[in-house]
């Protein structure tokens, strides 16, 4: 299957596209849509999840120069209390499809579901790991968020948001059980939902 990515890639325009920040219980979802140069392409890319901080970085300015094109698309705190995770998800993939200044043709969509699309698509399960155009959405998107989440710490120090990026962590509960719930905190996830 992956032959069969590639090959086409070449051909038309396909935009590889993913998310992050499903799980943690602070902060937004953010999607990315990138459109790899199949005549300039990038070593090495896979899952950001399986890539250091540093690489991810590394990798996030060599995409951003070498790709056709990228965007990114994001769906608030609110959004998701209010639609839910899964579908406010899919509305930030949707934005960042949206916002890219090339159109695709096709879209790859990492895991099961696709979001609205303005062209024909298809969902890879793991296709982070297997399709470039993915693991590039997969780490931009990644990048944009932890240095958001970066600066969400400086907005509301002691919840540790720097370091474990909103996620449900030990020391996470915790903070919030001490400190409260935060404006950036989803308040339809359980853990944040009982402490209101």
């Not at 090495?44 to 070498?66: H, M, N, Y």
């Not at 609110?78 to 639609?83: C, G, L, N, R």
């Not at 579908?87 to 949707?94: D, I, N, T």
């Not at 909103?166 to 339809?188: C, D, F, M, N, W």
Request: some cysteine; hydrophobic content about 45%.
């Amino acid at each position: 299957m992956k032959q069969e990515i590639l090959s086409t890639e070449s051909k038309i325009m396909i935009a590889g596209v993913d998310e992050v920040g499903r799980g943690p219980l602070a902060g937004p979802v953010v999607a990315a849509a990138v459109i790899l140069d199949p005549l300039n392409p990038i070593e090495g890319l896979t899952d950001s999840k399986a890539l250091t901080e540093k690489k991810r970085e590394k990798f996030d300015v060599i995409i951003k120069e070498k790709a056709l094109a990228w965007a990114l698309g994001r769906a608030e705190v609110e959004e998701i209390d209010a639609i839910n995770i899964l579908q406010a998800s899919l509305l930030a993939m949707q934005r960042a499809i949206e916002a890219l200044a090339i159109k695709p043709e096709h879209v790859l969509v990492d895991g099961n579901r696709l979001p609205v699309l303005p062209c024909s698509g298809e969902a890879i399960i793991k296709g982070d790991l297997t399709v470039p155009a993915i693991s590039a959405a997969s780490i931009i998107a990644k990048v944009a968020r932890d240095e958001e989440m970066r600066k969400m710490d400086e907005v509301f120090p002691g919840y540790g948001l720097a370091k474990h990026k909103g996620y449900p962590t030990k020391a996470h509960i915790s903070a919030l059980a001490e400190l409260g719930v935060t404006a950036q905190h989803r308040r339809s996830f359980g853990p944040v939902k009982k402490l209101i």
